[in-house]
């Protein structure tokens, strides 16, 4: 399921990551998967629900830069604090900005899924147009 949603890749690196766990029941499966969703959608977050063992913060900000409290939705932003200097078209962060946001199912088989697709992106805090991301 996972490889039909990922697009194909033209060009460039990539990173294309899934994970799956298998629960011992639907109820939990169902809890799991709610609570993983929401995770992945809490840019803010991240940090703390790794325990702090990533080394780079991630901010979610609106389609104008400006950082946001709330889950990620298309076309917002992530600005990306990696603990080394940033590019000087970021304003010393790097940028990438949320294409789509797909939530998936398969009735048949009983499966839900989710993604976020992710495109690396220009400052959208100045006028450079230049893209702003280390990959």
């Known amino acids: 399921m996972a ?9 460039g690196g990539k990173s294309d990551n899934t994970y799956s766990l298998t ?15 929401n995770n992945l959608l809490d840019v803010n977050n991240w940090k703390n629900i790794c325990n702090g063992i990533i080394l780079a913060d991630f901010k979610l900000c609106d389609e104008l830069g400006k950082n946001v409290n709330r889950l990620a939705q298309r ?13 000087v078209d970021g304003d010393g962060y790097d940028w990438v900005r949320i294409e789509s946001i797909s ?16 495109r690396p992106a220009s400052c959208p805090l100045n006028d450079k147009q230049l893209i702003a991301f280390f990959y």
């Open 103 to 118: 939530p998936e199912g398969d009735k048949i088989n009983d499966t839900d899924l989710i993604s976020i697709s992710l």
């Open 3 to 11: 490889k039909e949603i990922i697009p194909r890749q033209k060009d």
């Open 23 to 37: 629960c011992f029941n639907k109820h939990e499966a169902i809890n799991f998967f709610r609570k993983s969703a």
């Open 75 to 87: 076309n917002d932003f992530f600005k990306i604090d990696i603990p080394v200097p940033g590019p």
